[in-house]
């Protein structure tokens, strides 16, 4: 018998500094017009100082502030990010000693941008095995400082922020239908790279190059395709609870407007703000459900499905039913 569980918080943290396409033209071959026309991304927000870390941890702040509820009633921490200060600890790691909650599981998921995604069902199902009654989830990404600066078919598509739910039991259930999948990345498509050490008794060869790579044409077609099932796959599971609002990673406003001419959903029903804070990989979706839910776009009662795509190849979705 599964618990029930409903999301009682939201938060989020964006960085002041704001990168529009203008400012780009200014350093590299590239123009406002190309980017808007292939995807809809008109600024990005970038850090200044803050960390990967920092902006987990106030996202979770605000969250939990939103809820309500006191940090040390924190029994879960499920972190998601591509792009972490340290590689080890988990960002969930330093929510947990920045928040002071004493006794719990802290843990990151490495799922690339489909992460919140992965993060969510990862929290609901511990939450059931481990027997606990609140969660945070939380996504942070600082892509500013993981993009190739002279790569002009990237780095113009990425932003930072973070954002973070708070999960807590309930008496109905309002977070189901979690589908995980992930298809293999035989050609290295998309991967963020990683700074090594050489050592005497390998062939291996030192590098610095912590970039995010992508063969932007074939993540792309992936992605389209990802999106399509995964919400023919969602509204089959929700039957005769239909859908009402749509709320996608992110990544490229030309995604989002197909998925909404291949679907039976009207594109009011898709939430967009790719435009203002480009391609946040796993911090979009929950950046979305914040500024959505202080917006009034998410009504009380809406059946939400959240969907991500990304490295791996993983993708996937579930259904949250707005409560707040
Ligand atoms: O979070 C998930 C990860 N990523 C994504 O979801 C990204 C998915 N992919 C995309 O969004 C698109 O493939 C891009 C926006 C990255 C690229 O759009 P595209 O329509 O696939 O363009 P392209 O790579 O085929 O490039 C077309 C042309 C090329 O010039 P030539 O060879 O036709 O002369 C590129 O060199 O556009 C050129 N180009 C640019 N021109 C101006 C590539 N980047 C730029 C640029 N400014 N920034």
Same mark, same amino acid.
């Given at each position: 018998?599964?618990?029930?569980?409903?999301?009682? !918080?939201?938060?989020?943290?964006?960085? =002041?500094?704001?990168?529009?396409?203008?400012?780009? =033209?200014?350093?590299?071959?590239?123009?406002?017009?190309? #980017?808007?026309?292939?995807?809809?991304?008109?600024?990005?927000?970038?850090?200044?100082? =803050?960390?990967?870390?920092?902006?987990?941890?106030? *996202?979770?702040?605000?969250?939990?502030?939103?809820?309500?509820?006191?940090?040390?009633?924190?029994?879960?921490?499920?972190?998601?990010? #591509?792009?972490?200060?340290?590689?080890?600890?988990?960002?969930?790691?330093?929510?947990?000693?920045?928040?002071?909650?004493?006794?719990? *599981?802290?843990?990151?998921?490495?799922?690339?941008?489909?992460?919140?995604?992965?993060?969510?069902?990862?929290?609901?199902?511990?939450?059931?095995?481990?027997?606990?009654?609140?969660?945070?989830?939380?996504?942070?990404?600082?892509?500013?400082?993981?993009?190739?600066?002279?790569?002009?078919?990237?780095?113009?598509?990425?932003?930072?922020?973070?954002?973070?739910?708070?999960?807590?039991?309930?008496?109905?259930? &309002?977070?189901? $239908?979690?589908?995980? $999948?992930?298809?293999?990345?035989?050609?290295?498509?998309?991967?963020?790279?990683?700074?090594?050490? *050489? $050592?005497?008794?390998?062939?291996?060869?030192?590098?610095?190059?912590?970039? #995010?790579?992508?063969?932007?044409?074939? %993540?792309?077609?992936?992605?389209?395709?990802?999106?399509?099932?995964?919400?023919?796959?969602?509204?089959?599971?929700?039957?005769?609870?239909? #859908?009402?609002?749509?709320?996608? $990673?992110?990544?490229?406003?030309?995604?989002?407007?197909?998925?909404?001419?291949?679907?039976?959903?009207?594109?009011?029903?898709?939430?967009?703000?790719?435009?203002?804070?480009?391609?946040?990989?796993?911090?979009?979706?929950?950046?979305?459900?914040?500024?959505?839910?202080?917006?009034?776009?998410?009504?009380? !009662?809406?059946?939400?499905?959240? %969907? !991500?795509?990304?490295?791996?190849? &993983?993708? !996937?979705?579930?259904?949250?039913?707005?409560?707040?």
């Amino acid at each position: 018998m599964s618990i029930n569980t409903k999301i009682t !918080g939201v938060g989020s943290y964006l960085p =002041e500094t704001i990168v529009t396409n203008a400012m780009i =033209e200014d350093i590299l071959d590239t123009s406002d017009e190309w #980017i808007i026309k292939r995807t809809g991304i008109r600024q990005r927000r970038v850090v200044k100082d =803050e960390t990967t870390t920092y902006m987990a941890v106030e *996202a979770a702040k605000r969250a939990v502030e939103n809820a309500g509820i006191k940090s040390e009633n924190i029994e879960l921490i499920i972190g998601s990010t #591509i792009s972490g200060d340290v590689s080890s600890p988990a960002i969930a790691s330093y929510v947990q000693r920045t928040l002071g909650c004493e006794n719990v *599981a802290a843990m990151d998921v490495a799922a690339g941008c489909t992460g919140f995604i992965y993060a969510m069902a990862t929290a609901i199902s511990l939450m059931e095995t481990l027997n606990k009654n609140t969660a945070v989830v939380v996504a942070s990404e600082n892509l500013s400082c993981r993009s190739d600066w002279s790569d002009r078919s990237s780095c113009i598509l990425f932003g930072d922020g973070a954002g973070a739910v708070v999960i807590e039991r309930s008496e109905s259930n &309002s977070i189901y $239908h979690p589908v995980l $999948h992930a298809i293999p990345d035989t050609d290295d498509v998309l991967y963020v790279a990683s700074s090594k050490y *050489a $050592h005497p008794w390998s062939k291996d060869i030192a590098t610095d190059d912590c970039a #995010i790579r992508m063969d932007g044409k074939k %993540v792309f077609a992936f992605a389209v395709d990802a999106v399509e099932k995964t919400l023919n796959e969602l509204t089959e599971l929700c039957g005769d609870k239909p #859908i009402t609002k749509i709320i996608l $990673h992110q990544a490229n406003n030309r995604i989002i407007r197909y998925a909404a001419t291949s679907s039976s959903y009207d594109k009011d029903q898709f939430f967009v703000n790719v435009d203002r804070l480009a391609n946040t990989s796993s911090a979009s979706i929950p950046l979305a459900i914040d500024e959505a839910a202080r917006e009034g776009w998410l009504k009380k !009662g809406d059946v939400v499905a959240l %969907v !991500g795509f990304g490295a791996g190849l &993983s993708y !996937g979705g579930i259904i949250i039913e707005w409560a707040i």
